[in-house]
C-alpha cells in the first residue's frame, strides 16, 4: 500500500473532524485573533523605548475586541494599519494549528493495508473452489452463500471467531 492510499485512508477516517477543526480555525480567527491583533497593535502604538507594548492597553483593548468581535475583524480587513498584524498573527495561528492537524492525520494513518477490511468474507478464494469443501445451500452458516455441509464425511469440527457487533 503506498503513502498516497494510506494517506487517503487516514482522511477519509477523519474527516468529519477535519470539517470541525476548520470551522473551529474560523471562529478562533473571528473571535480570538482579531481583537488580539488589533489590542496588540494600539498597545504597540503606545509603548514607550522602556516597554515595547503597553500592558494596559493590550488587556483593555483585548476585554473590549472580545466583546465585539465583528467590529475588531472589520477593523483588520478594511483598515490599513492592523493588515499587517492581523495576517502575521493568523499566518502564525494557522502554521501551529497545521501542525496539530499534521500530527492527527498521522495518528490516524493505518497501521497496516488490511485495516478496516472485513476479515469474514468469502473473498478467500475464486471460481467456486470454496464449494470442494462447503456447500452454496445448507449446512451451518459460515458466510453468505457460504455454509459447512453436515452430511460430509470427515472432520466437520469448526470454530468461528467473529466481533460481537451491539448497536
Known amino acids: 500500500m503506498g503513502f498516497f492510499s ?15 477543526s476548520a470551522i473551529l480555525v474560523l471562529i478562533i480567527i473571528v473571535w480570538a485573533i482579531a481583537p488580539f491583533s488589533v489590542a496588540l497593535k494600539d498597545a504597540r502604538r503606545n509603548a514607550t523605548l522602556k516597554d515595547p ?13 472580545i466583546v465585539d468581535p465583528l467590529a475588531q475583524l472589520k477593523k483588520c480587513v478594511f483598515e490599513e494599519e492592523y493588515i499587517g ?11 501551529i494549528y ?9 495518528k490516524a494513518f493505518p497501521k497496516h493495508e488490511y485495516e478496516d477490511i472485513e476479515n469474514g468474507s ?3 478464494c475464486e ?10 445451500n ?8 457460504n455454509y ?11 470454530l468461528i471467531v467473529r466481533r460481537f457487533w451491539c448497536w
Open 85 to 95: 498584524d492581523f495576517f502575521t498573527v493568523v499566518r502564525i495561528f494557522v502554521m
Open 6 to 20: 494510506r494517506l487517503k485512508r487516514a482522511v477519509i477516517k477523519i474527516k468529519g473532524k477535519l470539517i470541525v
Open 148 to 158: 459447512l455441509p453436515v452430511d460430509k464425511r470427515g472432520n466437520v469440527n469448526v
Open 138 to 145: 445448507k449446512g451451518i452458516v459460515l458466510a453468505e452463500k
Open 98 to 106: 497545521g501542525l496539530f492537524v499534521i500530527v492527527g492525520i498521522s
Open 127 to 136: 471460481g467456486g473452489e470454496q464449494y470442494k469443501v462447503l456447500s452454496k
Open 53 to 65: 507594548c503597553d500592558w494596559e492597553v493590550l488587556l483593555e483593548e483585548l476585554g473590549a475586541g
Open 122 to 124: 468469502s473473498d478467500w
